[in-house]
């Protein structure tokens, strides 16, 4: 299958920035799309930031101007640039990733990571 695996995710003080990455593994045939949700203590998983492989980008309300979205393609890698941090950006951040896989090229899946953790505080 596909594994995600996340990295960049810390501690920062308000108004400093992160970035995270996210790289996909394994027997893709190709990514539709990739992602990052982001679930806070006692919050459900909600979307941040997505990213399509033609560049389409799809931002939540509380991000847009900055958080940005990119992506690699051909290194199947995802990133999430954070800037302006706030206290109630903590979260653990999720990637996602939707795809086919080499041994079903007509059957879109989806993916997760096992989640990186940020904490903005002073």
């Known amino acids: 299958q596909v594994q995600l695996v996340e990295s960049g995710g810390g501690l920062v003080q308000p108004g400093g920035s992160l970035r995270l990455s996210c790289v996909a593994s394994g027997s893709i045939f190709s990514i539709y799309r990739m992602g990052w949700y982001r679930q806070g203590p006692g919050n459900s998983r909600d979307l941040v930031a997505s990213i399509t492989s033609s560049s389409t980008t799809n931002y939540a309300d509380s991000v847009r101007g900055r958080f940005t979205i990119s992506r690699d393609n051909a290194k199947n890698t995802v990133y999430l640039q954070m800037n302006s941090l706030k206290p109630e950006d903590t979260a653990v951040y999720y990637c996602?990733?939707?795809?086919?896989?080499?041994?079903?090229?007509?059957?879109?899946?989806?993916?997760w990571g096992q989640g990186t953790l940020v904490t903005v505080s002073s």
């Open positions: 996602n990733a939707l795809g086919r896989v080499v041994s079903d090229t007509h059957t879109y899946r989806e993916f």
